[in-house]
């Protein structure tokens, strides 16, 4: 009986045939612990990410246009951090998350805070998911965390000078077709008037081409530019973001010959409709006929006007509500027309004797350097000086600085030296000028960016 037990626990011991199953019970604990660690790291790594898409639409929500703290970043008048920005992220980070389940959320952190011209917010969390599988070895839940960071630069305040030549020269017909029609007009005119492609506004005159243009309905430069004037009013009010970001000014040559000099036709202001409305009083400089008593037809006078224009412009800001920054938006035809024995283009010549020291000339750019040291930005419109070749005046004195190979070109003396006025970036020319409207929207958009990359 022993001996038989004996045998039988000997087979048993020697007996292989279990050895799998063995071996498979053993190796699926550490198996199924393995699957159920990436299952349960797999949740985790889901959950986390839905949080921190959560926290990605609070950093950037948070700072949208129409947010809060967008809002009242533009009032604040120093750097810190900004209340109902927290508050908002904080909201937008909840409403997103509203249907996520299966973890516990530790905390969430929105930080909201203005320096400079900058804004920036940063949502940061932690939450708790918890295991199924990786309790088996003691680990009851998992702990994720994120960041989410997200900047928005400021809309900066800028204060817009506008200078508008409105000297007779600005009463050109605007446009080739404008000035035949003129030119045919006076065809029969006296001889001084003849064939003038000029609408001079001469009060000694009742017949003036002034007033002959206004009655034939051609369109000259000065008309073109109060329209456009008007319309910058409009676009600079559907471009604010804070109100009264825009203030405007608006200055020109003077009403007439003789009060010539700089005038303020609206004074800085944040309304920008009074500023419209205040635009439509651009006209033309009166006269008092040739050599006129006044001025002696000297009505273009850039050596006094930006001197006088430099000391009314303080020292740019930092584009905030209380320091903006300053912009001069100067609109011309470029040419000067001013006593000047220094001139190198003092007149004289067959046509018309020695009436120096009168002179017609480019602008000298070098006018516009003490603006610019005081980091004042100049965007300057340089409506085309068109060809006028019935006149001899214009054929004689402008002609020669003003013509390319082909007529007026942007290689002329005149366009070279208003964009030497210019600061980068920020100079237009526009030929003919009925495009005149269009270039100063554009000129403005584009000293609104070069604000905004530059602050």
Not at 8 to 36: E, H, K, M, S, Y
Not at 422 to 434: H, I, N, R, W
């Amino acid at each position: 009986m022993r001996a038989a037990f004996r045998n039988v626990i000997r087979r048993f011991a020697c007996d292989q045939r279990g050895n799998i199953a063995v071996i498979f019970a053993i190796a699926c604990v550490p198996l199924i612990t393995a699957v159920g660690c990436a299952i349960d790291y797999s949740r985790a790594t889901q959950v986390r990410a839905k949080l921190q898409a959560a926290a990605d639409a609070a950093s950037v929500g948070s700072l949208a246009k129409a947010s809060p703290a967008f809002a009242a970043a533009g009032s604040m008048t120093s750097d810190g951090p900004i209340p109902v920005g927290v508050t908002d992220a904080q909201n937008i980070f909840d409403a997103n998350r509203a249907n996520l389940t299966d973890y516990t959320l530790v905390n969430v952190t929105p930080t909201v805070v203005k320096s400079g011209s900058t804004i920036t917010t940063t949502v940061s969390f932690s939450a708790n998911i918890n295991t199924m599988f990786l309790g088996l070895i003691g680990k009851s839940a998992l702990n994720v965390t994120g960041t989410s960071t997200s900047t928005a630069n400021m809309p900066l305040y800028i204060d817009f000078y506008l200078l508008l030549d409105n000297s007779p020269s600005m009463g050109v017909a605007a446009t080739p077709d404008d000035v035949t029609k003129l030119v045919n007009a006076t065809a029969s005119f006296p001889t001084s008037k003849q064939n003038c492609a000029f609408a001079c506004h001469d009060y000694n005159d009742s017949n003036s081409t002034y007033n002959l243009a206004k009655n034939i309905g051609v369109t000259t430069r000065i008309d073109v530019l109060r329209t456009a004037t008007q319309s910058l009013m409009d676009t600079a009010t559907n471009t604010e973001t804070y109100p009264n970001q825009f203030r405007m000014a608006i200055y020109d040559f003077g009403a007439a010959s003789k009060t010539i000099g700089l005038r303020a036709l609206f004074s800085l202001s944040a309304s920008l409709s009074s500023a419209k409305t205040a635009a439509g009083a651009i006209d033309l400089m009166g006269v008092y006929g040739n050599n006129d008593a006044y001025t002696a037809d000297k009505d273009t006078q850039f050596s006094k006007i930006f001197p006088a224009i430099t000391s009314l412009i303080p020292a740019s800001g930092t584009g905030t509500s209380s320091a903006p920054l300053k912009y001069l938006f100067f609109v011309s035809d470029g040419v000067a027309d001013e006593s000047n024995t220094s001139c190198s283009k003092t007149m004289y010549n067959s046509h018309w004797g020695n009436i120096s020291p009168r002179c017609q000339s480019p602008l000298d750019a070098t006018l516009c350097d003490a603006l610019k040291r005081n980091n004042v930005k100049i965007a300057v419109l340089y409506t085309t000086y068109l060809q006028l070749k019935d006149n001899q005046w214009y054929m004689d004195w402008i002609d020669p600085f003003n013509k390319g190979p082909f007529g007026p070109s942007p290689n002329s003396e005149i366009a070279k030296n208003m964009q030497s006025c210019a600061s980068p970036g920020l100079y237009f020319e526009v030929s003919p000028t009925q495009g005149i409207s269009d270039a100063m929207n554009a000129l403005f958009r584009k000293a609104v960016a070069d604000a905004r990359i530059a602050g």
